[in-house]
């Protein structure tokens, strides 16, 4: 590992009366990384957040900041900017004096704290209705407010909680792309908390992927996507989500499915040659865009189509394998089978498999590691 | 926020209220035990049950508690039957309408017990204007005697008390979507049978709220009674203050006093059973 | 719609019962200008005499500054004792807080008759009765709990973000009071400050019991009055004066804050 990392989060732990939040979450930060905390609602996003931010205590663990231990900071001397899911600009202050607040905390005023005020409001492109108050904005321009304000204060950290999720669909794609070019241009550290794993594979340098308080896997977007390290993260990410076919080992060469009937793959996806043990139950990762469907035959697995959705470009086709219900997306150009008895194609490569019970990867295609 | 400055913010005010207005209460059980010295202002710190026996064992002390219980009932009932068409009426209004309406309501709270008394006064005396209006339109010769007798405290009191009950009841009314109304219309429901069937049951936390305002209000009001009684209708609270600041027997006018929290508790207790019984039929 | 009978009838109550409501204070006003001695209606004549009376007399205008003077310190007393302990209360959330809002509210539904009995028989005792210091204790312990329950329910209203937003720009927990919460809070401090003022200017159950020779409020002063010689018609004078001045703090709050609807 190279030298210590700009933020470094250790064993932080949180509890609500008897139930854990975070049972103890490790996350190390570069400078200069864009990073997403992504995960279910309820996880614990939040929670990690505003503990990272101060306003909230942890009953455990350490936060270093760029050298410095800053577990005991209260808020208001950690210099961490944040940006508020519903922005809570301050109602009783122009757009202006929002953006300005910071600055007089910290004592700059005059000609300095105007510049940088400009400067703020310049780097998210805001130049109309400073003088009015944040109701009298749309929620875009609230948001760009909330953004402005907490750059203003040129934070060594920039939190954002679901800074998104307020938008309209349209909005929301360009502004994540926005939000990218902002921590490019201003050189900042961010971490954006998120449940929209779109935003958060097309923004972030590295996602963490949370569920119940812990971080399951925290990966570069591309490793998420081709190496999930467990179910959760595999059922979790992609849309739709990769489907989960369980099955168990028979002998080296076949599968059985669920309903008892046996599958001999091709030899590649067979349990011999991804290098399970001979018995034990599976979870197979097999993501909907690589499966195709045909005629029935011996290798594929056998399926009946249950539904089609047309969704535009291409179409979800809605299979039984073995009395479980999986998803295939398939071009919109692509035919059809004529029958409804067919046979699911899995790409022929080392299929991502997981234990039954752990959910833990079972064997890795590829081996990442799990710290930046 | 640290438990600390927590507890520090709230004490001055919890203190304070807890010494000027808890603590005399707890006081006032022991005072209503003790007795005066006779021929003296001085107290007699043993414990006895003189008070209420003189209280109880005296039929114009009786006369007068049994006038103020029968004087707040009416008192009570009257508001109520002003009060639900107003506070209907008000929930039913817009936004800016609404706010005036109620700032008319709370008037009469807010200017206290006396200056309203004093314009009743004016309105119901021999002189005043029911008599003049009435005597001019020929309607009558001599002057209706309202003051001094049960009727005219009982006007005084429902005037000064209506905002208790009207403000409970508009918060009550004001949860009641109008959907409700509506849905059961739509049903078949005549208008009659909407209001018995689905308004009342859900208004009646409001009615015992407001009513158990006003009761408790009536039963220990004493400005009002006094200058529209003219000395004539004695009510509970009367008497107390007259043993308190004019005979300065405090021991005897602390057992009055006793007997007015002890009703009220009785009255309170029965309308949270009430309004229980009420929520559970609904 | 269509005006029904029965719209109709119920407007009429409506009508009716607010001038049953309003009718004592508008005679109070209407009195003031009637020449005579003693009231009368229809009145024989009209005129100011009774108010420039009013204003000739040291011995009500003394009644009056007192009332002020009293009305005004327990104001600023209660409702900064109440903002505290609403804004511990409301974002400290400790376990005791149903207790203290129980202690706090109380005296808005235990009868100030039987408290004022109590608390004249102690402050007899320890010596204050008919004092300032007591006056201004009893009129801060009747206006808190109004104040209190405006301040509890402006404090839970303000979205604590706000805060936390603050305190995240690197404001102090001293700056983020005075910088946002407070701001936030003006309405309800205005509101609170306008009904105390107000209650404690026209109180007469708690004062007439401890109020001393010395220290006599205008409502005490006219009640004790009442009681012996009837009524002054200065005292009526004085009081549409005071009606007046009520009507134009309940308006201008009402207009400004919403009053009715944080009572
Ligand atoms: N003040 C609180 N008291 C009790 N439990 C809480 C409190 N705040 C959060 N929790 C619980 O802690 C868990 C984590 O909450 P948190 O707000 O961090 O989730 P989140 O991942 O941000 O969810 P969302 O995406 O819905 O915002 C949740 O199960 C929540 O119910
Ligand atoms: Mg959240």
Redesign the interface.
Known sequence: MAATPYLSVHAIQKHYGPVAALPGVDLDVERGAFVALLGPSGCGKSTLL?IL???LDAEGGAIRLDGQDITGL?????????V?Q?Y?????MSVRENVR??L???RITGAEAEARVDEALALVGLDKHLSRRPSELSGGQQQRVAIA??VA?RPRLLLLDEPLSNLDAVLRTKVRLELRELHDRAGLTTIMVTHDQAEALSTADRVAVMQAGRILQYDTPQALYGAPATAFVAGFIGSPAANLLPLSAAGPDAWLLADGSRWTPPATLAPGSAGVADRGDYLMALRPELLSLGERSPDGLPATIKAVEFMGGDRLVHVDVAGCALTARLSAVDRLPDSREVSLRVPEQLPLLFEAGSGAAARRSRVTNNKI | MKPLNTFLLIAPAALLMLGVFLVPFLLLAVLSLWTLKPGTLSLDTSLTLANYARLFGDTYYLGSLWTTLWMSAVTTLACLILGLPLAQWIVRRAGRARGLLIGLVIIPMVCGALLPTLGLVNLLGPLGVVNGALKSFGLITSSLPLLGRPIGVIVGLVQAFLPLMVLPLITSVERIPLDYEQAAMSLGARRVTVWRRVLLPLMLPGIAAGGLLVFCASLTAFVTPQILGQGKVVTFASLAFQQASRVLDWPFASALAMVMLALLLVVAGLGAAVARFARRQA | MKARPADLAWLITVILVLAFLLAPIAVLVFSAFDAGNIFRFPPRAYSLRWFEAAFASAEYRRSLWVSTVLAFVSTIAAVTLASLAAYGLVRGRPVYRRAVEVLLLAPLTLPLVVWAIALLSIYASIGINGTPLGLILAHITITLPLAARIMIATISQIDPTYEEAAESLGATPARVFLRVTLPLAMPGIFASSAIAFLVSFNDVVVSTFIAGASWLTFPVRVFSQLRSEGIDPTTIAIGAMIVFATLLVVAIGERLLKLSRRL
Do not use: K, Q
Request: hydrophobic content about 50%.
């Open positions: 505003r931010a101060g306003l209260p808020a208001w001397r950690r210099d961490i900017g944040l508020f519903n809570a600009l301050f109602p009783h607040f910071g007089d905390m910290r304000r907490a204060i």
